[in-house]
């Protein structure tokens, strides 16, 4: 019996992620009963991800486990996302910001509107799925440039999302367009328990216009719809995500150096 909480699911979810870029990029990554850990090279100082999957009795002695990995990978830049809220990792010369909602929507249909259809009657406003390492490519864009990515930036193809990572199984990439200029997108990745949301971003150009409702729902709608979606949210997106029927969770910390 599969007793993990949605809190959990949400973690498995975003570890599974990680993996598919490791894998994708060919990355080195550890899995270990209580997170995943992806040593992102992109750059000699890029920012390794450890995901924390499952709660922590004693916070010391994952800090200490975590420690020993940080040595042996010479880890400088670092992302650790704790949903747990125990870790201090000032030791490490981390800070962390403003705690983020985990959030789940549960499997139920979003209202009457066709995949793909603007809301507020926007007929210029289009959303598909995108196939094609060009177009995987827009999607890239429109994440570091409207999400932003301030570490990718100037955005420049395939270093941040490489088209192999379109081909790894569970991942799929949505676009929105108005009038056929990209305006925003997304990334899903359903690890067959649940749907990850991911980086729904909109282009600075096209702001207040539902370009992410408009992805958002168009991605819920195709991506598994009968599997719970979960996401983090930022404080920008938690309104939208409210009101599309995701729930928190918990409230997830994010330590960086």
Known sequence: MNTRSRLELANDNA?????????????????????????????????????????????????????????????????????????????????????????????GPLDDRAPGE???????????????????????????????????????????????????????????RIDGVTAGACLTYDDGHATGVYWVATLPDHRSRGVARAVLEAALAAAHPDRPATLVATALGEPLYLKLGFAEQGRTTWWSR
């Open 118 to 176: 603007a809301a507020r009657g926007d007929r210029s406003l289009t959303v598909d799925e995108v196939l094609d390492g060009d177009g995987f490519a827009e999607v890239e864009r429109a994440v570091v440039e409207g999400f932003p990515i301030p570490a990718r930036r100037p955005w420049s193809r395939g270093v941040m999302l490489p088209e192999p990572l379109l081909r790894q199984p569970g991942l799929r990439a949505w676009r929105g």
């Open 15 to 107: 570890a599974a992620f990680w993996l598919a870029q490791a894998r994708a990029h060919g990355w080195q990554q550890l899995t270990r009963p209580g997170f995943t850990a992806v040593r992102c090279a992109r750059t000699p100082t890029d920012s390794h991800r450890v995901v924390v999957t499952v709660p922590y009795g004693e916070p010391a002695a994952l800090e200490e486990e975590l420690a020993v990995l940080f040595k042996e990978w010479s880890t400088t830049g670092l992302t650790v996302e704790d949903p747990y809220g125990g870790l201090d990792l000032e030791r490490f010369g981390c800070t962390h910001g403003q705690a983020m909602a985990v959030m789940v929507r549960e499997p």
